[in-house]
């Protein structure tokens, strides 16, 4: 039968639109199905009373200037579309030891070391400094850009063979976790539960399982010269635009509400995907999931699901252990008397001892209209709270969503989100226009997550994550599932490295050209 277009993605969270809006710029023919009506997944914006309220990320680096290691800020290259971003250094600290604010850099955190430890830790943190420092060039050395799973990556990363052999030693320390250095380099309690905190942030684990790159690539970009962090104009919305304004104005198309319920596989390939309303998209060459590992399996037809029996070729990600979910607190208040030089961002640890990933233990607190008054009416602010991968979809499962028994699950486990921002808007609860309340099944209903996960929780312990490839000819995929990190860079990485897997050598190469 003739094929509706070329190549079909499923989902348009940031993974997929970015994969889409690349192949789109290579010359294929793109269709992205979304089951929501706003595209970006874990990354939409959402308005409500004329409050503009930012899903999931706030925290944004790399996004402002050219060239960047961040994969992101690539793709945005690549496909030529600009992202206005609001500059700013200060973010707000609220731990165990006392409160800060502190400007991203390596000097400014030698600053609060040298207040709060002394010379010991100061020096242990130079010392780590000296010792990432070889690892961070070694980390953002091969543009993710390159990377491509046929032997066309002897030419496109080829390109890169200086540069890559003058840090091969480096290059075979990034591999592993994150500990392996961590131990061997720092004593400090505080410095310790600070590296642990930021790994967490990062990966959704501790140092243990967090990959030695990811934090290598966080120094080159977080610890180096003159570093700002960045936030897009008019939120993460703006970020979902530029990528789908990327796609259409190469010819691609995006369909919202259109929920694909299976993937067709025809004489063992990936041949298009049935819509819950019974329609079949037929694509001629390929099909790339943006859905997460769990649910991408689901989608298979049953004779090529794998099985506990039977891992039909998907090895290991049949058993992919998933990271815990997100409470929300999506606030719209009155900011009067609120002091306009408040830092944007907040950073919360009630306990060390407890661990980072303790539920209810770390808050993160956004306040993106401080520096984008567009997103709030005028004498107001909007304000997003979250408790990040560490609320147990377990405490949720099952419940009546209408229920007094939910209402009440709800309100008890917000409550240490309150208590976060209370420690620096004392009276929030009286100035608060709009409140929503977010959980673990918000995020599986809203958007489509497995148990309303943050994403898989691979250690870099075990391995590698798996690549964009499957067993099934035909499909690939993308997003959270297949590149370390889960977070932003990671994601729209994955989208990069699927999309140059299914372009030509040639124009893949061309793209490498044009970035130079």
């Not at 402002?64 to 609001?86: F, T, V």
Request: charged content about 20%; aromatic content about 8%; hydrophobic content about 40%.
């Amino acid at each position: 039968m003739k094929a509706d277009t070329e190549i079909l993605v499923i989902g348009s969270g940031i993974g997929g639109l970015s994969c889409a809006a690349l192949l789109a710029s290579y010359g294929f023919q793109v269709t992205v199905c979304e089951s929501h009506s706003i595209p970006g997944g874990a990354a939409h914006g959402f308005e409500r009373r004329g409050f503009q309220f930012d899903s999931g990320p706030s925290l944004y680096s790399g996004l402002s200037y050219s060239p960047s290691p961040n994969p992101l800020r690539q793709i945005l290259d690549a496909i030529a579309e600009p992202l206005p971003c609001l500059p700013y250094k200060t973010w707000g600290c609220w731990l165990p030891e006392g409160h800060f604010d502190m400007d991203v850099g390596a000097e400014p955190f030698l600053e609060v070391l040298q207040q709060m430890r002394g010379d010991r830790a100061v020096q242990e943190w130079r010392t780590l400094q000296r010792v990432m420092e070889p690892l961070s060039k070694a980390a953002i050395a091969l543009p993710l850009t390159a990377i491509r799973f046929d032997p066309g990556a002897l030419l496109t990363i080829g390109r890169y063979a200086p540069r890559l052999l003058s840090q091969l030693p480096a290059l075979l320390q990034v591999t592993g976790s994150f500990d392996r250095i961590l131990n061997a380099t720092v004593q400090d309690p505080f410095i310790r539960n600070w590296l642990n905190l930021l790994c967490f942030m990062l990966s959704g684990l501790p140092a243990a399982g967090t990959s030695t790159a990811e934090i290598a690539f966080m120094f080159a970009d977080w610890y180096r010269p003159d570093v700002i962090l960045d936030y897009p104009m008019g939120g993460s919305a703006a970020l979902v635009n530029a990528l789908v304004r990327g796609l259409e104005k190469h010819g691609g198309k995006l369909r919202l509400n259109a929920h694909v319920s299976e993937i067709v596989v025809e004489q063992g390939r990936a041949a298009g995907v049935r819509l819950k309303n019974g329609e079949i998209l037929r694509a001629e060459r390929a099909v790339v999931s943006n859905a997460v590992i769990w649910d991408t399996l689901n989608l298979l037809p049953s004779e090529h699901r794998p099985d506990e029996k039977n891992s039909r070729g998907w090895g290991d990600r049949t058993q992919t252990p998933a990271c815990p979910s997100f409470m929300h607190l999506h606030l719209g208040i009155d900011a009067t008397g609120i002091d306009p030089a408040l830092p944007c961002h907040h950073m919360i640890v009630n306990d060390w001892e407890r661990g980072v990933t303790a539920p209810q233990n770390v808050v993160a607190v956004s306040i993106p209209s401080l520096l984008d008054e567009t997103l709030a009416p005028p004498g107001r602010q909007v304000v997003h709270v979250y408790t990040p991968a560490t609320e147990p979809y377990e405490l949720w499962q099952g419940l009546d969503r209408s229920s007094a028994a939910y209402a009440e699950l709800k309100q008890s486990r917000a409550e240490v989100m309150w208590q976060a921002l209370e420690r620096f808007i004392p009276d929030i609860r009286q100035r608060c226009e709009v409140t929503l309340v977010g959980t673990p099944l918000t995020h599986e209903r809203f958007l489509r997550r497995y148990r309303g996960s943050y994403g898989p929780a691979l250690s870099a312990q075990n391995g590698l994550f798996p690549s964009s490839s499957t067993p099934i000819p035909g499909l690939w995929c993308c997003g959270d599932s297949t590149f370390p990190g889960i977070g932003l860079p990671a994601v729209a990485a994955s989208g990069m490295i699927a999309a140059n897997a299914i372009a030509p050598l040639q124009k893949h190469l061309d793209l490498l050209a044009k970035l130079g």
